[in-house]
């Protein structure tokens, strides 16, 4: 896979407070993605990177700004954390190397919004 | 809109069995299929794809049959294990994203008695 480490594996916070997510990849790959999983729902794009400092919204964009500074890094910042936020979170990455290849994921970060 | 959807919610096989997971895809212009296979508490693992101009696809005991006239993907298991417990899903890439821009399902339990 594509070494992909989450950090951190549980996190649990008061409605209000700043969290940030982090995702590190060691294998260079171009786009990076942020995903929640819900029960009675498959995984919904929160965000993607396809290269540094380029990023773009996905389909449950509201309440999440990310940021890309280096390829292996891809943050995920909920400025003001609000219960229906508490979800499991999974980073994955993509090589780019042509549309048709799959993504690859992290172990995800278990977050609850107290 | 887009959406990717499973018809059984659970499978519950004998070890030594073939497994049959079944999904239905909406958008008949994607163009690319894979199925994931996820263990509790651990990220979605890649099992196997296909692509659009194949009907067929095998992989190390796992098959993955694609009908795009019914819109139909399936997940064959050859003699299912107990370590072959864990929820399957299938996700569609809709072709001309020009990245990819996955749509998943919610997801089959499989459970496998030894």
């Known amino acids: 896979d594509a070494g992909i480490t989450q950090s951190p594996r549980h996190k649990v916070t008061e409605t209000g407070t700043p969290v940030t997510l982090r995702c590190h990849q060691t294998e260079n790959h171009r786009y990076m993605y942020w995903y929640r999983q819900d029960p009675g729902h498959g995984l919904r794009l929160i965000h993607y990177?396809?290269?540094?400092?380029?990023?773009d919204k996905g389909e449950v964009s509201d309440g999440y700004s990310v940021s890309r500074s280096k390829t292996e890094d891809f943050l995920l910042t909920l400025e003001s954390a609000t219960s229906s936020q508490t979800s499991v979170y999974f980073c994955a990455t993509h090589n780019g190397q042509g549309v048709n290849q799959p993504q690859h994921f992290g172990d995800g970060t278990r977050l609850s919004i107290l | 809109g887009e959406s990717v959807g499973l018809h059984l919610p659970t499978l519950s096989v004998q070890e030594g069995d073939n497994s049959i997971i079944n999904c239905a895809y909406s958008?008949?212009?994607?163009?690319?299929f894979i199925w994931y296979k996820q263990e509790s508490g651990k990220g979605p693992q890649f099992i196997i794809d296909i692509r659009s101009n194949m009907d067929k696809r095998q992989g190390q005991r796992v098959t993955v049959l694609l009908n795009k006239t019914v819109k139909h993907l399936s997940l064959q298991i050859a003699a299912t294990q107990p370590g072959d417990s864990a929820v399957y899903f299938c996700?569609?890439?809709?072709?001309?994203?020009?990245?990819?821009?996955?749509?998943f399902g919610t997801g089959t339990r499989l459970l496998v008695s030894p």
């Open positions: 990177s396809y290269g540094v400092k380029d990023t």
């Open positions: 958008n008949s212009a994607s163009d690319y």
């Open positions: 996700a569609e890439n809709p072709a001309g994203t020009g990245f990819q821009k996955l749509v």
